[in-house]
């Protein structure tokens, strides 16, 4: 099975800062690759889909980027509101698999 | 507005079987577009995919759970369930009932989760 690793596992950052997070898999993957956000209590809200298709709704500040066993998430300049866990999570042949997640706290 | 809504018991023994139900409003279960998948997350911890089901009654499990787990379909209701059985404590978690897009092969609508507790 495909692992996916993310990093950093809790990141400290600033109103303001861009912010990367990065989703390392265990081998090459395909583009199915998507990223959520998710607050305490709530359900994950997707972000990205297709490595880097922004979902209907979610601010342009919100990018993702990559290929191969590496891909990134980007917030070019980080929101009150972003202050959340970030999961990026992978699809192959029937199976799904999610990082284990990307604590964004405030500085 | 595609929702999503799981119910069942909060509380289930150890041994016996977690029965979850997820109804879906705004869209239609029987579309090809999509897989009807449950999520769960342990307390504290990641999100842990554990099958899904398709339109046409097809189904596809977590391998490690396999042999406990059955998701099932009732058009007529615009639902889809979960059972899974022979429960331990390493079940508590919320489950989160989600619909995942075939094109794309992302969750873009989920519920809002429910605590089981074993």
């Known amino acids: 099975d495909i692992q996916m690793t993310q990093s950093p596992s809790t990141l400290s950052a600033s109103v303001g800062d861009r912010v990367t997070i990065t989703c390392r898999a265990s081998r090459s993957i395909s583009i199915w690759l998507a990223w959520y956000q998710q607050k305490p209590g709530k359900a994950p809200k997707l972000l990205i889909y297709k490595t880097s298709s922004l979902e209907t709704g979610v601010p342009s500040r919100f990018s993702g980027s990559g290929s191969g066993t590496d891909f990134t998430l980007t917030i070019s300049s980080l929101q009150p509101d972003d202050f959340a866990t970030y999961y990026c999570?992978?699809?192959?042949?029937?199976?799904?698999?999610f990082g284990q997640g990307t604590k964004v706290e405030i500085k | 507005q595609v929702q999503l809504q799981e119910s069942g018991p909060g509380l289930v023994k150890a041994s016996q079987t977690l029965s979850l139900t997820c109804s879906v409003s705004g869209g239609s279960i029987s579309s090809d577009t999509y897989y009807w998948s449950w999520i769960r997350q342990h307390p504290g911890k990641g999100l842990e995919w554990i099958g899904f089901?398709?339109?046409?009654?097809?189904?596809y499990y977590k391998a490690s759970l396999k042999s406990r787990l059955t998701i099932s379909l009732d058009t007529s209701k615009n639902q889809f369930s979960l059972n899974l059985s022979s429960v331990t404590a390493a079940d508590t978690a919320v489950y989160f009932c989600?619909?995942?897009?075939?094109?794309?092969?992302?969750?873009?609508?989920w519920g809002q989760g429910i605590l089981v507790t074993v």
């Open positions: 999570q992978h699809y192959d042949t029937y199976s799904w698999t």
């Open positions: 089901i398709y339109y046409s009654g097809s189904t």
């Open positions: 989600a619909r995942g897009v075939r094109r794309g092969y992302h969750f873009d609508y």
